[in-house]
C-alpha cells in the first residue's frame, strides 16, 4: 500500500543551524514526491516537488529511490521557516491520488 | 481572482444532521480535490474531479459522503448523518493540469459535530 511517513512531529533548531526534515514513502512505481508547507494561519501551499529540482528559499529536496526517501533539506534555517512541512505522494490510479505525511512542525529559534 | 474560496468557514451541527460544504476553484482550473484533515494529521484524500467527472474517491469515503461538480467549476461536499467522528477540516484545492498541475489550497471549513 502506498504510505507517507515523516518520523518526526516535532523539529526544532536553531537559526543558523543546518535543517533536515525526514520523509520516507512506500510506493512500488515511479513517485512524484512534494513537500508542502504551512505557515501561521496561512493555506497550504507548495514548497517544491522533486522533478523540479529546484531550491525554494533555501530548501532541497532530492529523490533516493534506493532508500524510498524524499527528506528537505536547508543548510542555514531561518525564523521565518518555522512552519509545518508535510511530505506528499502522488500516484495514478486512473485519476490522480495525493497523499500526505502527518507532518513535521519545524520550530527555528532565535 | 482570490484563489481558493471555502464556504462556511466553519460549521456546527448536531450528530444526525447533514451538512453541505461549497468549493469555489480558481477560474479555469480542471481538476477539483477535496481533503479531510484531523487534528495531528495530514490532509487525507477524499475525491478528486477532472472538469465534472469524480474520477478518484477514496474507499475512505462512507456512504455518507457525496461530491459534485455539476458544470466543471465549484464543487459541493455533502455529508449525510454527521457522526462526532467527521468532526475535521475539509481542505478543497484545485489545479490546472497543463500548467503543472500544482494544488492550490483553499482556507479549509471546519466542522465540529456535536
Redesign the interface.
Known amino acids: 500500500a502506498q504510505r507517507v511517513t515523516q518520523p518526526e512531529k516535532l523539529l526544532s533548531v536553531f537559526k543558523g543551524a543546518p535543517v533536515e526534515l525526514k520523509c520516507n514513502y512506500s510506493y512500488s512505481g515511479s513517485p512524484e514526491l512534494f513537500w508542502y508547507v504551512q505557515y501561521s494561519r496561512q493555506r497550504l501551499q507548495l514548497l517544491l516537488r522533486h522533478i523540479s529540482r529546484e531550491s525554494i528559499k533555501g530548501f532541497t529536496a532530492d529523490l533516493n529511490k534506493g532508500e524510498t526517501s524524499f527528506h528537505l533539506k536547508k543548510p542555514f534555517a531561518q525564523e521565518e521557516d518555522s512552519a509545518m512541512y508535510y511530505c506528499a505522494l502522488r500516484f495514478h490510479t486512473g485519476g490522480f491520488k495525493t497523499i500526505f505525511g502527518a507532518g513535521t512542525r519545524l520550530f527555528v529559534k532565535a | 481572482d482570490t484563489?481558493v474560496s471555502q464556504n462556511p468557514r466553519h460549521k456546527i451541527t448536531k450528530r444526525g444532521q447533514n451538512v453541505t460544504f461549497r468549493c469555489d476553484p480558481i477560474s479555469e482550473h480542471n481538476?477539483l480535490?477535496w481533503?479531510r484533515q484531523t487534528l495531528?494529521?495530514?490532509?487525507?484524500?477524499l475525491t478528486?474531479f477532472?472538469n465534472e467527472a469524480q474520477?478518484?474517491k477514496?474507499r475512505l469515503l462512507s456512504d455518507r459522503f457525496s461530491a459534485e461538480r455539476p458544470k466543471g467549476s465549484f464543487s459541493t461536499l455533502e455529508i449525510q448523518r454527521t457522526e462526532q467522528g467527521d468532526s475535521a477540516m475539509y481542505?478543497c484545492?484545485s489545479s490546472l493540469a497543463e500548467a503543472g498541475?500544482?494544488?492550490?489550497?483553499?482556507?479549509?471549513t471546519r466542522l465540529t459535530v456535536l
Open positions: 484563489g481538476r480535490y481533503y495531528g494529521q495530514g490532509p487525507e484524500f478528486y477532472q474520477l478518484e477514496s481542505l484545492a498541475d500544482t494544488q492550490y489550497f483553499g482556507p479549509g
